[in-house]
């Protein structure tokens, strides 16, 4: 009886994590030139992403930080690979970067994300509540500074003040700075907002609607966590001061007017590019 052959051991895997001036195909396709499979057996191979244009290559216990420079694509990947070579053909390398332990996971800053999300509001107005849902697109202009737009379409639950049923309608835009935080999934928006909003007043024997605009600015902090490959799971948490201010009369009498002041939570989905 012949004997059973052993299975094929696996060859080298890669790991990629962060904004990386190159694909994993390019890196793999890098490594094909230089690495024989034999040697190459069981070895998991990490690249991460380090900032300052510095990648962190490792190998188990072993570590090399790689300065890439201005290269990129194929050239940065070529790079790259020199260094996993290095790693594997050496016996006992010491690392070079100390061990931390990773907190929490950590997010690298896309080029571009687009987020969908429903928020709930609680604001200084006689009608305190408030739901919508947002889409949000994020641009990625240098490092961690970004550019956001907001925009959400929402409202107050119908309700009767002053014997006076008030139903609001809001179409809040925000856009502005953000900085997405290097070593944390956290990023802090700044942003000019606009409130246009639609108003009905109903009171016997008649209703009276108004439009109009209020306007100010927003501040939240954003965490994201990972779910799968380049979906996100977002929380927010914001709020909303406004400079102007609306009061609304029904027969003389006063009914309803905006709040200065929101305070919001949302939670949704994020959507990031490949680079």
């Not at 195909?25 to 070895?43: D, K, M, N, S, T």
């Not at 990129?72 to 690979?81: G, L, T």
Request: one cysteine or more; a positive charge; glycine letters at 8%.
């Amino acid at each position: 009886m012949a004997a059973a052959e052993p299975a094929p051991l696996p060859v080298l895997q890669l790991r990629c994590d962060g904004d990386l001036p190159f694909t994993q195909q390019e890196l793999a396709e890098a490594l094909a030139l230089r690495v024989p499979e034999q040697p190459a057996v069981g070895y998991i191979v990490e690249v991460r992403a380090r900032g300052g244009n510095l990648v962190e290559v490792s190998l188990g216990e072993r570590r090399r930080a790689v300065y890439l420079g201005d290269r990129r694509s194929s050239a940065a990947s070529r790079w790259v690979a020199l260094a996993v070579v290095d790693l594997i053909t050496q016996e006992a390398a010491p690392p070079l970067l100390p061990q931390t332990p990773s907190l929490a996971p950590r997010l690298p800053p896309p080029r571009l994300l687009f987020l969908f999300y429903p928020t709930i509001g609680l604001s200084l107005a006689e009608n305190p509540v408030f739901a919508s849902g947002g889409l949000s697109g994020s641009l990625r202009l240098y490092r961690g500074l970004r550019w956001t737009t907001d925009v959400s379409y929402g409202g107050s639950p119908k309700a009767k003040l002053h014997e006076v049923q008030v139903d609001l309608q809001e179409l809040p835009l925000r856009s502005g700075p953000a900085w997405h935080l290097q070593r944390a999934p956290l990023e802090i928006r700044l942003s000019a907002v606009a409130i246009p909003y639609w108003i009905r007043a109903a009171a016997s024997p008649g209703e009276t609607q108004y439009v109009g605009v209020v306007a100010g600015g927003s501040a939240a902090l954003l965490a994201y966590l990972p779910l799968y490959q380049r979906l996100l799971a977002m929380v927010a948490l914001g709020v909303d001061l406004l400079a102007t201010r609306a009061e609304f009369l029904v027969r003389g009498q006063p009914a309803f007017d905006t709040a200065r002041f929101t305070a919001w939570l949302s939670a949704g989905l994020a959507l990031r590019s490949k680079q």
